[in-house]
C-alpha cells in the first residue's frame, strides 16, 4: 500500500514495497521512490532523478539525522522541510536554502558561475578567521609588513580558488614559515619572507609539473593522510582553547552560541559569532568606536617588490624558512586538501598536481607584490565546510571583502582587526579542529591503520614533516611484514 510522504511539496511522491522490509542501504530489496510529475513540479531534480549511475551521499550537515541516497532509493524522507533541514547534495545539486521551490515559494539561492551564493556561504566564507586574523596581524605590526600587498594577493587568489575549484577550497598564510618569520623579526627581515615566496613557488612549480608530487601521492596510505588530518585538527583545538584563555566568560558565552546555532539553518552560527564578537569588543574597548568613526578610504596599488629582493634575502629566504615548510605544504596543504575536498566534494575532485602548480603560481605572485607565502592548508576548508559553506562562493565573497580592504582600507586594518576578539577567534579554531579532526572517523576497523593513524597524529603536533615521512616508512614496513602493531 503506498504510503504518503507528507505534506507541501512531497505530496506527489510515494513510497512502494517491493519485496520484504529490508535495511535502508546495502539490501537486495528496499523502498522505491515514486516520483510522479516531479519534472514539472521540481525541474531541478531532473538529472537527480534521472541519472542511470548509481550514487551515494552522507547527507547530514549539522544536523543529527542525516539520510542515505540511493538512485532510485530514498528510504523514508518525510517532507520537503526534512529534506531541506537534513540534505546538502544531490549529485552535486544543493537541496539546503531553496534551491527547491517550496509550495511554489519563490525563495531561490543565488547561482552564478557554478557557486552559490546565499547566508551559508556568506558564514562559511569567515570560518577560516581563526589563523587568517592573528597571522596577518602579526606579520604587519611584528615584521612591520606592509599590509596592503598581503590582502590583496590574499583576495586575488580567494577569489580565483573560488572560482576555478568550485568548492570551498582554501587560502591561509603558510604555518611553517609564519611562525618562525614572527619569532624572529629581528633576524627575519621582509626581503627574507618574499625569498621564502620565491623559492617556494619554484618548488612547487616543479614539483607539479614534473609530476613528483603526483607519485608521493599514489605512495601516501590512508593511515598517514588520516593521521596528519587528525594531528592537524588537535592542534588547532588546543592553539583555540589557548586562546580562548585571556577571555574565559566571552569564550564560554561564545562556546554555547555557537553549539546552539550550529544546528540552526536560519541563524548561520558564524554570522551571530561575529556580530556578538563586535559587540563585545566595542564595549569592552570604548575608544574603538570612535576610531572606527575615523577610518577614511585611500586608494592605494601594490608595488613591485622584487627589486627590493637580494641574492642574500633569497638563500636566507630558502635555508631558514622555504625548505622547513615544504614537507608540512605536502602533507597539509596539498596531499591533506585533496584527499579532504574528494572525500567531501566527490563531484569536484581535484589533483595533486594542479594544487601544486596553483601553489607554484600563488607565491610568485604574492612575493612579486609584497604579500606573504600562501597555501591551501586542509585547516582551512575544514573551518569554511564547518561554519556552512558547500561552493567557492564563500571564498569568492571573503575574497572581495578582503581585496576591498586591501585596496582601499590597507592603512586602518589594525585597528579594523581589534573588532574580533581573540576568544572569538579561539572558538572559530577550536571548531576548525573538531571538523578536521572527524575526517579521521573513516580509518576502518584495521588495528594496524588505526594505531599508524595515531602515531602519525602525535607526530604531526609537533613536526608534520617528520610525522609524513615515519608514518609512511611505518606503512611500508607493516606491509612488508618488516614490522608488526
Not at 243 to 254: I, K, R, T
Request: net charge positive.
Amino acid at each position: 500500500m503506498p504510503q504518503m510522504l507528507g505534506n507541501r511539496g512531497l505530496r506527489n511522491f510515494q513510497m512502494r514495497r517491493q519485496g520484504p522490509d529490508t535495511e535502508i542501504m546495502g539490501q537486495k530489496k528496499s523502498k522505491e521512490l515514486e516520483a510522479r510529475g516531479i519534472r514539472q513540479r521540481f525541474a531541478s531534480l531532473n538529472e537527480v532523478c534521472n541519472r542511470p549511475n548509481h550514487f551515494r551521499h552522507y547527507l547530514n550537515g549539522y544536523y543529527p539525522s542525516g539520510i542515505f541516497l540511493s538512485t532510485p532509493i530514498l528510504p523514508w524522507m518525510k517532507t520537503l522541510e526534512s529534506a531541506r533541514a537534513n540534505c546538502y547534495y544531490l549529485q552535486g545539486t544543493r537541496i539546503g536554502n531553496s534551491l527547491l521551490p517550496i509550495s511554489g515559494g519563490k525563495r531561490f539561492a543565488m547561482r552564478l558561475w557554478g557557486n552559490e551564493y546565499n547566508k551559508m556561504e556568506l558564514a562559511g566564507a569567515f570560518g577560516d578567521l581563526g589563523t587568517f586574523i592573528p597571522f596577518v596581524a602579526a606579520y604587519i605590526s611584528i615584521n612591520k609588513m606592509d599590509p596592503l600587498g598581503i590582502l590583496v594577493s590574499f583576495g586575488l587568489f580567494k577569489i580565483f580558488a573560488g572560482q576555478y575549484f568550485k568548492t570551498p577550497f582554501p587560502v591561509q598564510p603558510m604555518k611553517a614559515i609564519g611562525a618562525m618569520a614572527i619569532s624572529r623579526p629581528e633576524m627575519i627581515t621582509p626581503g627574507i619572507i618574499w625569498g621564502s615566496g620565491i623559492f617556494t613557488a619554484l618548488f612547487w612549480f616543479a614539483m607539479g609539473f614534473s609530476g613528483a608530487v603526483s607519485w608521493l601521492h599514489k605512495i601516501t596510505a590512508k593511515p598517514v593522510v588520516r593521521g596528519i588530518m587528525l594531528g592537524l585538527g588537535l592542534s588547532f583545538v588546543l592553539e583555540g582553547i589557548r586562546m580562548m584563555g585571556d577571555q574565559p566568560w566571552l569564550a564560554v558565552a561564545a562556546f554555547i552560541l555557537t553549539l546552539f546555532l550550529l544546528s540552526k539553518e536560519k541563524i548561520p552560527a558564524m554570522l551571530a559569532l561575529l556580530v556578538f564578537g563586535i559587540a563585545t569588543a566595542l564595549i569592552s574597548h570604548p575608544t574603538l568606536a570612535s576610531d572606527l568613526l575615523q577610518i577614511s578610504a585611500r586608494f592605494r596599488i601594490p608595488a613591485l617588490s622584487l627589486g627590493r629582493i637580494t641574492w642574500q634575502d633569497l638563500i636566507a629566504g630558502t635555508l631558514i624558512l622555504g625548505l622547513p615548510q615544504a614537507p608540512l605544504t605536502l602533507g597539509n596543504a596539498i596531499i591533506g586538501t585533496v584527499e579532504e575536498n574528494n572525500e567531501l566534494f566527490p563531484d569536484r575532485p581535484v589533483k595533486v598536481k594542479t594544487v601544486a602548480i596553483d601553489h607554484g603560481l600563488m607565491n610568485m605572485v604574492s612575493a612579486a607584490i609584497g604579500g606573504i607565502p600562501l597555501c591551501h592548508g586542509a585547516g582551512g576548508m575544514a573551518g569554511h565546510v564547518r561554519f556552512g559553506a558547500r561552493t567557492g562562493g564563500a571564498l569568492v565573497i571573503l575574497g572581495v571583502l578582503v581585496l576591498i580592504l586591501g585596496l582601499f582600507f590597507s592603512e586602518s586594518v589594525a585597528t579594523l582587526f581589534q573588532c574580533f576578539p581573540p576568544a572569538i577567534l579561539g572558538i572559530i579554531l577550536f571548531f576548525t579542529g573538531l571538523e578536521l579532526a572527524s575526517i579521521a572517523k573513516d580509518i576502518g576497523p584495521v588495528r594496524s591503520d588505526f594505531y599508524l593513524m595515531l602515531l602519525t597524529a602525535g607526530l604531526a603536533m609537533w613536526n608534520m614533516g617528520i610525522a609524513y615521512l615515519t608514518g609512511l616508512l611505518l606503512f611500508y614496513g607493516l606491509k612488508k611484514n618488516f614490522i608488526r602493531l
